[in-house]
């Protein structure tokens, strides 16, 4: 737990935001809550928290930290009429913002706090909520070193796996999207291999646990297991978000001038992918596309495949 | 250590032949070693190994364990006229191979070996000599199941990682080359990641560290991750290499029937980077390609930075 | 030569404008021309066109064509304050544009033009000066079809290689961004075939001369056979114009949500050629790259090889 | 018509045969005609050709023209029992083979014709019967350049596009293969651009058209015009003889060392093609995949676009 304790806020109670917030409220953090739907929050009280009805009411606290739905949200909780900078009186010291966004509209948030006295870091996180229960959440974070020195005891309650600061502005969006191309590639090369393999009778759920149990295996590719071998498709992550990342990607290389061949390969198979109707499933049905493109029908294999996060603690 | 002690026998002492030699002497195994260079094998003897002069010399061992250069060797050391199987007596009951060899050239040795009552285990690994002496190398098997059975007790032994086994045939070595199509793309895809970072004011070491921790960190990505940052481009596996291993992954692919739009755009700048005149390097200078195709001139990082295998056992 | 007879106006006289004004003066029309730099225009004086100061000195005029370097300068010359809709009389009736600009600034023009009653006709064209004087420039027109027939007998006097309407608004930019996409695509593959075929022994000038004989040849192959086969390297269209189409190809594909394998392809190679510095030069240079690529060096081969454009009429 | 009259042979009397060698008849040639199925040669009688029963009493003609199903066939012809050179007696001074086989089949019967003095001369060829109708089809020949002057005056009566002599050996059989890559290619590119501008509201007849009349327009788009837009998919070659075009291709540049990234992602939409089931149509239903990766439905146009390959002579 932090020494010197500071007053926390939270705003966005999504499933990412519960478990996140759940962590500081068991490390005995001082936090209030703000959720667009406060019935969502509620339950967090039990833990401690006390929850508020507008983000205008988190100004005195010292950090807050908002993971909301995109950037419209997190304009609107910071500079909107009854956001985070709206009081005449305090406002946080630092934002802490995990949302996904671009740069570009991070950057307008940043410079509007900026005027008011408040910094923001821009704080992405590799992993979703169950990486977060298993403490393996990681995070990168770009802003004014103070800032990030200011929130760092609470961004190691955060995430378990660790905390890069990456420097000024803006950097740690590119690094987030950066992460996520890799992620979105390596989930394509799973689909192309794994298709080649059962075409070449190795089951799925073999090739999976010999490359989980390789130098190649990730947190990433054994909690992806089960959706790649018993074909459970419920969207962890749709093909359209995916591919709002691959186009941040795509923006990012095209203006600093950096080709991406395998990059823009992968990208064209995600948007395909969403053309041949495959929208409202995760991004691992990537590997049913692949296995039409070879005339290969899948089964689900029904393996007792394990996720690698374990029983959460 | 196994219960029931075989007689072992193993053909090759190059870096990995040493190192998993060594792991079977260190748990107590008695084992004989041929290599082509006596010199090279000699100082096993001080662990306990018997050299012999001929690969016949191991025809009377239980199990014979070979990793050589390509298949040329491979099939000289087996069917040659001083091969495991050239003498009239007794022959070994599993020949276990872990040579980089095609599915076509393991299945010729695999008829011959049957005919005279050998059992081939085709065994491809994961890892490098340091992976190995980390205690997580990880093997992949396929052959006649009684084979890997028998071989089981000591795969662990060398395969701390872990040993897969995957059904009849040459299954192993198109498992190992999926493998190897995935460790290409991902070195391309952290060279186009790298750079793109790099262009947007982030260090290589950064990016890697939080790479490293998220969810898409391995094995892998942290043992590269010195060449990468600090570009120590000494070859530990050649770009030639690692074409041989895109066209292996090719030719299953063609002969399968399976597109792969993501490991053909690897392919196309590993051959690029060779046309290049990368040849005599590491295949980590895909980033020094990368970096030229995006008007970036890479300087070593000088960073402390980990290759996670940790000090050596 | 148009039977009733229109009053033209014309503003743009660059290398592809003087070309174009010239056709229409050598067929008897009456045209009023307009260059930022008048005396690039003068010489027109002498085939009976009137010199102009300003765009709107235009204003009076039937049809106004324009050709100019961007958006910005299509914007300034059509709404600025001393541009063709600045005056409180006459407007011409119809404005016909051949500027490369996105559909979204042609789409701001045509709503400012309209208010003031004037059409806009979007006629991007295909070809290069030298295709202008051998009468075989195409054109492609979108916008209200009256706008288009009234314009019709000056098109036709323009684009010898004919003249194609296909409907409302923007849609003629988009034809030309798909054209200009194959355009790039072609190129590289050119790169590529030529250089597969030198490393077999076979010269530029026979594969080329094959090729444009062969049902693939077109005059784009031809007019740029003399660049790949003897190396001149003199820029007609830069690299970084080549991506900007390309750029214009994903944003339209994105929107509309097409996978383009292919020309994602090409557009990284012509975004690396610019990050390898080939930047001053035809995007022809593509072939460079490829050669280096291939570890071969290209010499010029100095065969007399013609652009299929015959002698300029 | 040849000055010094030859007697000619001819094996092949498929589609591209009937109507190559009617070519050579209508040019008052004397020919003698083997086709397996005899009766699919008869017709050639009423044009003046003689018939035979085997290829072996073509012998006693001075050159003798292949064109048959692949490689099996052509080495069958050639050098088998009742072969072309089976007899004691005269062979023919040169055979000019226009069959589509690879390299090393070529160069294995060219060393046994050599064996008996027999030139051969590789002579595939770019255009389908239509083609060869309208006087457009073209050829390239390698081989000893004496076989290729001694054919020359027929050659030039067969391919009315142009002949082009590339020097020694099966390099005519690459140059075939580059053409071809070429072909696929834009069968992709049209695919792409097609289904964009469609769902940006252009129609595929109004896009063919301009791109027809354009710089880019050639005799291949302009003959795939009905496919693309009538949607017509009679196989006049199907995906898997473009594959295997592709493969040669592929097979090609990794033997010489050369990246093909654009020819690459081309083939593997080929493979996703016949993986996707379609494989009893023609390789222009590119487009009815490129469709279902964009979401978009295709119907036929039904509009009155020519081949341009006009009325048959």
Redesign the interface.
């Known amino acids: 737990m932090p020494n010197e304790e500071k007053r926390l806020g939270w705003v966005g109670a999504g499933r990412m935001g519960l478990e996140l917030v759940t962590r500081l409220l068991e490390a005995g953090c001082d936090v209030a809550v703000y959720n667009r739907t406060r019935a969502k929050a509620e339950p967090l009280a039990e833990l401690g928290a006390t929850i508020v009805d507008t983000p205008a009411e988190l100004g005195d606290r010292d950090i807050v930290f908002t993971i909301v739905a995109g950037p419209s949200d997190f304009t609107q909780v910071v500079t909107g009429p009854e956001g985070l900078l709206s009081g005449d009186g305090r406002h946080p010291s630092v934002i802490v913002d995990s949302t996904t966004i671009s740069a570009e509209a991070s950057a307008i948030v940043r410079a509007e706090a900026e005027k008011r006295g408040t910094a923001l870091l821009a704080a992405p996180v590799?992993?979703n909520p169950k990486?977060v229960k298993a403490g393996?959440l990681?995070m990168?974070t770009s802003g004014p070193e103070q800032a990030h020195e200011l929130a760092l005891p609470y961004l190691n309650v955060l995430a378990g796996?660790?905390v890069?600061?990456?420097?000024?502005?803006e950097?740690a969006r590119?690094?987030k999207v950066?992460?996520n191309?890799?992620?979105g590639?390596?989930a394509?090369?799973?689909a192309?291999?794994?298709?080649?393999?059962e075409?070449?009778?190795?089951?799925r759920s073999?090739?999976m646990?010999?490359?989980n149990?390789?130098?190649?295996?990730?947190?990433?590719?054994r909690?992806k297991t089960p959706a790649y071998v018993n074909l459970d498709m419920a969207p962890t992550f749709t093909p359209a978000l995916l591919l709002k990342d691959f186009?941040l990607?795509?923006e990012?290389?095209?203006e600093?001038?950096?080709?991406?061949?395998?990059?823009?390969?992968?990208?064209?198979?995600v948007?395909?992918l969403?053309?041949?109707?495959y929208t409202d499933v995760d991004f691992a049905a990537l590997i049913e596309l692949?296995a039409?493109?070879?005339?290969?029908e899948l089964e689900p294999e029904g393996a007792p495949v394990s996720d690698g996060l374990g029983q959460a603690a």
Chains 1, 2, 3, 4 share one sequence.
């Not at 890069?164 to 502005?169: L, S």
């Not at 969403?274 to 109707?277: C, L």
């Open positions: 590799s992993g990486v393996r990681t990168v796996g660790g890069t600061y990456v420097g000024d502005g950097r590119l690094v950066c992460h191309l890799m992620l590639i390596i394509q090369t799973l192309e291999i794994l298709v080649l393999g075409k070449g009778g190795i089951s073999a090739m646990e010999f490359l149990n390789s130098v190649l295996g990730s947190t990433f590719t909690y186009d990607g795509y990012a290389a095209r600093l001038e950096v080709p991406m061949p395998v990059a823009t390969a992968a990208q064209q198979v948007q395909a969403i053309g041949h109707g692949q039409e493109a070879s005339g290969l």
